[in-house]
């Protein structure tokens, strides 16, 4: 199917059924427009005689367990509506060619860049090549190929852009050269050793999974190679409510050491109580060294620990709930977990700049909102700066989303909805 085809089977209406089941009703025309304007800038790029294929990778929201998949413990997490599109493909070399729009092409030889360079840390061309490094050490066949990529997944958004891109790779690796073969919760881990070991960021694997896998998901990473991940049959618009994440637009940039600190400063803690992560100690063990950890770690390591925990506990409980369709169970896991983060593990604001206070805001404006409503709000993702999450009953969104539009611009309170697939072939 070459592009002109393509377009012309998006305009007769062949792909709605796949545009439906990843977008829904509402926003299948403003689908049907970004595939064909994708297609037109690869066109415009690579011509218009290649083989095309249209794959998407979703984003994702974190629901529950935050700050704990690094210590091997467990979350709870859903793939969203929005998400990544590429059109990709084939080449007879082994050059990969990726124009991201918004953003200059890179252009990488895998064959030549295939172990991990430390002057090419934090760029998106360290990414594509530690993926396709990857998935060659695991036995997968790789190659070169030439892409352009649009995402509405928003960088900086908490909704994992740079997990989307990092599975986006491994997607088109596996439909242009693997017939599809490879399972999503593989090219997650293969996304987590590219961003470890290529991109030089430590992070755990629940981003990568929970937009590879699709739906809402609990996983539990005490086996860290081998995470059991359970499918929750919920549907959360069906019983009434949004998903409304608030972008705040807090700056990232310098936040890398605070990220880097979370995990850190929890293993420090197993570390000197003879472990390796936190999920090998019990909370007991913790508190009875506590007098000597406040000498040698530091308060804020043993409060993170403590939220390590307790977040566990909340997951397990959060999921139980889920699976029940009890949701004021579920929201209360939520609430709680919101408090711990700002609380104990400190991950609503920045030290290094205590006059941003973007979290801090939009939780007290769900809150002031929210408040004897059903409902709950939490900050979501890493944290420090990005976003708040926040379940809204459906005939309160609209006041929900004037509020916080109204403070943090047009357009920051995103209205989304849980999709069940997560990286794909649309065509």
């Not at 896991?333 to 206070?357: D, H, I, M, P, W």
Request: glycine residues 8%; proline residues 2%; neutral net charge.
């Amino acid at each position: 199917m070459n592009t002109i085809t393509a377009i012309e089977r998006i305009k007769k209406g062949a792909l709605d059924a796949r545009l439906l089941t990843l977008y829904g009703d509402d926003a299948l025309q403003a689908q049907r427009t970004r595939y064909i304007k994708s297609i037109e800038e690869f066109a415009a790029l690579y011509g218009t005689e290649r083989d095309i294929y249209l794959l998407s990778v979703a984003g994702r929201s974190e629901l529950s367990g935050n700050h704990t998949d690094h210590n091997r413990g467990m979350v709870i997490a859903a793939s969203i509506d929005l998400d990544i599109v590429a059109v990709a493909a084939k080449t007879n070399d082994s050059i990969v060619r990726v124009k991201s729009e918004g953003y200059p092409e890179d252009v990488v030889d895998i064959a030549d860049f295939c172990t991990p360079r430390e002057a090419r840390f934090s760029r998106s061309d360290a990414i594509i090549a530690g993926m396709c490094a990857g998935l060659a050490k695991n036995g997968y066949r790789t190659g070169g190929f030439v892409a352009y990529t649009t995402s509405s997944v928003l960088k900086g958004s908490g909704l994992s852009s740079s997990a989307a891109f990092e599975d986006m790779i491994g997607n088109i690796q596996n439909h242009l050269y693997n017939a599809g073969k490879i399972d999503n919760a593989e090219i997650a881990k293969i996304a987590q050793f590219a961003e470890n070991e290529f991109f030089g960021k430590p992070c755990g694997l629940m981003d990568q999974l929970a937009c590879a896998v699709g739906g809402i998901i609990a996983i539990d990473f005490q086996n860290n190679t081998n995470p059991v991940i359970e499918k929750i049959d919920f549907d959360i618009t069906a019983a009434g409510y949004n998903l409304c994440i608030v972008n705040t637009g807090g700056n990232h940039a310098d936040l890398t050491p605070d990220y880097a600190a979370v995990p850190a400063e929890m293993k420090a803690v197993a570390n000197a109580l003879g472990a390796t992560v936190l999920r090998e100690l019990d909370e007991k063990t913790v508190l009875a060294a506590a007098p000597r950890l406040r000498k040698t770690l530091g308060d804020r390591a043993i409060l993170r620990a403590l939220h390590f925990f307790a977040e566990n506990r909340r997951v397990a409980a959060g999921k139980r709930a889920l699976a029940a369709g009890d949701l004021p169970a579920f929201f209360e896991n939520v609430l709680a977990s919101g408090r711990s983060s700002f609380c104990y593990l400190q991950n609503v604001y920045t030290t290094k700049n205590a006059a941003e206070q973007g979290l801090s805001l939009a939780l007290c404006l769900a809150e002031r909102a929210l408040s004897g409503k059903s409902g709950a709000w939490r900050v979501h993702g890493g944290g420090f700066a990005g976003t708040v999450q926040a379940f809204v009953k459906a005939e309160d969104v609209a006041d929900f989303r004037a509020m916080m539009d109204n403070v943090f611009g047009d357009g920051a309170c995103m209205v989304l909805r849980v999709r069940r697939e997560g990286a794909t072939l649309v065509c």
